[in-house]
C-alpha cells in the first residue's frame, strides 16, 4: 500500500473542523442571496491560454495532463488544461459566454476552490476556498454598488465568529488626483510602494518613492502623509486639502469615497473607515478598493479585498465593468480553527441517539428515530444492542446530548440529557430539544 | 484575446440552472445529517500512486504539473499528484490518515468534484459532483447498516422532483451461494456477465456464461432464471429455492436481504424491490448491493448505486467494512434540466425589488431593503432611478415577483405583486411575501 501522509499545502479538515468551514460558507452565501446575489459555478479548468493571459508566465498554474492524451492536446495552449487559480478569470470567461443568457447589472456570488502551485515552505495554501461577490454591468454600472459591495461584506463578516473587523476603503481617483496635484507623474509606481507600508515600513517606503517612482523628497514626504490619514467620517477630505490636494479628478474621489463611507455606515454602523494607505496591488482596480482586517489578526493580513474596476471582460460589442469583492475563505477558517476563535458545539449533527435493547427491537427503535426526524431532528440509532452504558458512551463519545429509551411494554419512551443527567418521559411524536441544541452550530470560542 | 467557448465535458450551469443543483446538493445534505452523517471534504488530489493502486493504469485520470515544478517532482509516483476520480480512493485515505481522531462507526457524507478525462465523444462528463454517503466500522460493522444506507438514499431521492425511482436490492452472498449450490466455480465471471444483462439482453448474456464464465448451457438457464427474479416482498426467497438453489451461504443471503427489504419498506413504503439481477460491476461489494432507477428514465442507468464492502481500507492494525451509496449528481442534475424536469421559480433569490425615485432619495429606498432582508426576505434595490416602467421590466426581467415603491413624503409605502398587478399599501417593518415567494425554490415542472 502507498504511504499515507497529509500534503503540505493542502487542508483538510476533521468533521468538527468542516462543520466551522461550512458555517462560513452558509454565512456568505445567505447573506449573498438576502441581497439578491445568485450563486454559479464555473468550471475547475481554463485553457492555458486563458489562465496566461498578457503572457503572465510567473503564475503559480497547475497545469492538466490526461493520463491517456492524444497527440497535440499536451502543447496547444487553447487545448491545454490549468486549474483555475482565482475566481476573478473564470468570471471574465463565463460573462463573455453566457453574455445573452445573463440580465445585467449581474450579482453573482461563487464559492469554490482555486489551486495554486505556491512554494509550500512559505505556508501558503496550494488548494484552498475563495467566495466572491461581484455586480458586473454591460458597459456602464453606477457608483452606488461599490458601497453595496461594502455592505455585504460588512454583513457576512458580523456574522461570522470573529473578534471584530474593519472594512478600510480608499479611493484610486481620490489618490491618483492627489498624487497629480503635487506633480507625480507615475502614480501607479507610488500606489505600488505604497502598497508595501505594511510590510517593510515608512522609511523603506521612502527610499523606494524616491529611487522607484522618481519623485523628490518633498513629494514622497506628502505620499507618505496621504498614505497617513484615516477617518471613520468624511473628515479625511479636508486633511488630504490641508496637505496641498486639489483638482477635478482628486475631488471626485473625495465625494465618492465620502458616498461609500456614508452608505456604509447607514448599513452597518461602525464597520468601516476612510484609510488613504489602501492601495490594492493590481492595476485594474478604478475607484473604490477595500481591504478588510481582523481584530487582533493583524499578522492575517486582509481577510477581504476587492474594489471598483471597468473592465472585468469585454468583446467586440460590450465592455464590462463592475465590482467585487473575495475572501480568502480557507486561510479565514484556518485561523478560526488554528486560534481556536470559533467551534461547532459537536462533531456529528445528531442532537439524539436511539438506544437498542435488543437486536430484535431495533424497528422499534428505528420507528422513534423517523419519528424525530420527521419533525427535523437529526437522530441516529446505536449501533449494537449492547449494554445501556456502552450505548450512552457512544453517545458521549460523538458529542450527541441526548439518549433516548423507547417504551418497553406496557411502559413509557424516556429521554435523558447525557450533560446534566437528567431523564424525563417523552412522546416521540412531540418531544423536540432545546433549539440550541437541535443541530450542531458553531460558536465563538469563549 | 483568446478564444471564449465552452469546453465538452465540463458542464456550466446559467443561474436559474445551478439553482436546480444547489438544490439536489442542498437536499442530500439536509437528509444525511437528519440521520446523523458528518460532512467532510477531501483534497482534490492524491499521489498517482494511491490514484492508480493494483496498477490500474487503464484509469483516465489527470495529471498535474506545476508550471514552475522542481526536478523530480514530476516523476516520483508518490510526488506527483492527480485529480481523484472517485470519493471512495480519497476517503479510504482519510479513514486511515485520521483513524485515531474518528469515532466509529464513522457516518460522513461528501459532495464534491471529481474528475475523469473520459473520451468527450462518449457523452461523458470529465468533471462532475458526486455526492457519497458511507458508515465505516472499525474492524467490524454490524449488518443493520446495510438498510440504513438504503433508507437515507430513499428519503433523499423521495424529496427530489423526480417523475418516481424504485431501488434495487440484491445480495451477493445469495448470488454466489446460488451459484455455487448448483455447481457453478467462477461466480465472479457469472456476475460479470449477468452485469451486462441491461446493455445486451438475454441471448448475448447466455453466450458470455457459456463462453467466458464456462458453465454448462442448463447452468446458464438457471442463473439468467435466478437474474429474471423480482419481488417487492420476500416472496423471491422461494422462486430461488424452486431454482435449486441451496445451502448455507444463500441462506444467508436471503436472510440478510430481506431483513433489508423490510426495514426498507418500513421506513419509505413502496421504494425497494428484491432484483436478483442486480450484480454491480466492483469486485470490492461483499453483501448487500444496490443500484436505483428513475421512473421513465432508464436510459439514464442507476443514478445511486452502492453496498457493502468488507475492505475499504487496512493498515496493519485495522480493518474498515463499510457500506455506501453514492448519487451521480451531476448526471442526475444534468437530466433534471435538459428533460425540464425541475425549474426555478426565478433566476435570483431577490423576491422584492425596492424602487428609487431619485438618486437623491437612494437612501430611503436601502432603508426599505434592510429592514426586510433583517427579517430574511431577499431584497435588491432598483439599479437607477430611471421611470418607474423602466424599473418595474428590472424586477420582471429577473423574474422578482414584487417591487416596493418607497413612501414619499407624507404618503405610504406601497408592493406590487408584479403577476397579479395587485398593488397594496405595506410597512417595511412588518410585511412579508407568501412563504412560497420567499426565495428561489425549485418545483417539478407541472
Known amino acids: 500500500m502507498a504511504k499515507i501522509s497529509a500534503l503540505s499545502g493542502f487542508p483538510e479538515w ?6 466551522v468551514e461550512q458555517h462560513v460558507i452558509d454565512v456568505f452565501r445567505h447573506v449573498a442571496e438576502l441581497h439578491g446575489f445568485a450563486g454559479i459555478e464555473t468550471r475547475a ?57 445573463l440580465s445585467f447589472p449581474f ?33 456602464s454600472l453606477p457608483g452606488h454598488v461599490e458601497a453595496e459591495v461594502a455592505v455585504v461584506m460588512a454583513e457576512i463578516l458580523a456574522r461570522l465568529p470573529l473578534p471584530g473587523f474593519t472594512i478600510h476603503v480608499n479611493n484610486r481617483r481620490l489618490s491618483e488626483g492627489f498624487f497629480r496635484s503635487i506633480g507625480i507623474q507615475d502614480h501607479e509606481a507610488v500606489l505600488r510602494a505604497l502598497d508595501k507600508l505594511p510590510k517593510i515600513g515608512r522609511e523603506a517606503v521612502h527610499a523606494l518613492l ?54 456604509v455606515q447607514a448599513a452597518v454602523p461602525g464597520a468601516i ?25 493583524a499578522s492575517l493580513g486582509s481577510v477581504c479585498s476587492g474594489g471598483r474596476y471597468d473592465r472585468l471582460a469585454a468583446d467586440n460589442r460590450h465592455t464590462y465593468p463592475g465590482v467585487g469583492l473575495s475572501i480568502g475563505l480557507s486561510r479565514l477558517v484556518s485561523r478560526l480553527i488554528s486560534a481556536d476563535l470559533a467551534r461547532a458545539t459537536r462533531p456529528v449533527p445528531s442532537a439524539v441517539l436511539v438506544s437498542v435493547t435488543s437486536e430484535e427491537t431495533r424497528g422499534s427503535s428505528e420507528a422513534v428515530a423517523r419519528a424525530l426526524r420527521a419533525r ?71
Open 107 to 139: 450579482r453573482r456570488y461563487q464559492i469554490q476552490k482555486v489551486w495554486r502551485g505556491e512554494r509550500p515552505q512559505d505556508g501558503r495554501f496550494r488548494e484552498f476556498y475563495q467566495a466572491d461577490l461581484d455586480i458586473i454591468g454591460q458597459d
Open 45 to 101: 479548468v481554463e485553457p492555458m491560454s486563458q489562465l496566461l493571459r498578457k503572457g503572465e508566465i510567473d503564475k503559480e498554474v497547475y497545469v492538466l495532463r490526461r493520463l491517456h492524451a492524444e497527440e497535440g492536446e499536451d502543447t496547444d495552449p487553447d487545448r491545454t488544461l490549468g486549474l483555475h487559480f482565482d475566481l476573478t478569470v473564470p468570471l471574465a470567461r463565463y460573462v463573455l459566454e453566457h453574455q445573452n443568457d
Open 14 to 19: 476533521l468533521p468538527a473542523q468542516r462543520r
Open 273 to 297: 473607515v476612510a484609510d488613504l494607505s489602501i492601495a490594492r496591488g493590481l492595476d485594474y482596480y478604478t475607484g473604490t478598493v477595500f481591504e478588510t482586517f481582523v481584530e487582533g489578526h
Open 376 to 446: 427535523g431532528v437529526p437522530t441516529e440509532v446505536a449501533p449494537s444492542a449492547a449494554k445501556l452504558g456502552k450505548q450512552i458512551r457512544v453517545a458521549d463519545r460523538r458529542g450527541i446530548p441526548f439518549v433516548w429509551f423507547p417504551a418497553e411494554e406496557g411502559g413509557e419512551h424516556a429521554v435523558r440529557d447525557l450533560r446534566s443527567g437528567e431523564q424525563v418521559p417523552a412522546d416521540p411524536a412531540s418531544w423536540t430539544p432545546p433549539e440550541e441544541d437541535l443541530t450542531a452550530r458553531v460558536v465563538p470560542t469563549a
Open 210 to 263: 524616491v529611487q522607484d517612482a522618481g519623485v523628490s523628497d518633498q513629494q514622497a514626504d506628502a505620499c507618505l502623509g496621504f498614505a497617513a490619514i484615516s477617518s471613520a467620517d468624511g473628515s479625511f477630505a479636508q486633511a488630504v486639502r490641508d496637505l496641498g490636494g486639489s483638482g477635478e479628478l482628486m475631488e471626485q474621489g473625495i465625494a465618492e469615497l465620502t458616498a461609500v463611507l456614508e452608505r
